[in-house]
């Protein structure tokens, strides 16, 4: 395994990982923002509702932790949605304390518009690759995206 290049070498910053990460993660935000901005919450709202559409109905709880939100920024997050048609919240029958969230069909519906915007957009973004390196790099971010997850939750243990 070879090292990758230093500013020493000449390759300067566009050979830094943390250049590109973060060009490549303002770009997309930004993209991305713009694909997401009709849904209650914008991208929060997004994710809300793609993690509402794959499964179980989860709790407000369960659901606030999966997509990594504060309780009370979910609550209103939640208000906002259900104001808009979009969830709806009963009570779980297997712990009457706690409530359940549920899509609804409208918003399957605009979950769908954003899926089909942010498609488009990804598109966009990785023009210079073909199907194989899309494919690719989607495995590989998905990889570092666990382990970053993991290092999120340990203790900072700095350089």
Not at 28 to 50: H, I, K, N, T
Not at 106 to 134: I, K, M, N, V, Y
Request: proline content about 6%; charged content about 25%; some cysteine.
């Amino acid at each position: 395994m070879s090292a990758s290049p230093s500013p020493a070498d000449g390759a300067g910053v566009e050979s830094e990982l943390g250049w590109a990460l973060r060009l490549v993660s303002s770009t997309f935000g930004r993209m991305a923002r713009s694909c997401v901005e009709d849904l209650p919450g914008g991208p929060r709202g997004y994710l809300v509702l793609v993690a509402l559409a794959s499964g179980e109905p989860p709790s407000q709880l369960a659901l606030a932790q999966q997509v990594n939100l504060d309780r009370t920024v979910m609550t209103y997050l939640l208000d906002d949605l259900e104001a808009h048609q979009l969830i709806t919240r009963k009570p779980d029958p297997r712990d009457r304390r706690a409530r359940q969230v549920l899509i609804t069909e409208e918003g399957r519906a605009q979950l769908a518009r954003a899926q089909h915007s942010l498609s488009l957009a990804e598109t966009r973004l990785l023009a210079d690759l073909d199907e194989d390196d899309t494919r690719q790099l989607r495995l590989l971010l998905m990889r570092v995206a666990r382990t970053a997850a993991r290092e999120a939750l340990g203790p900072d243990t700095g350089c």
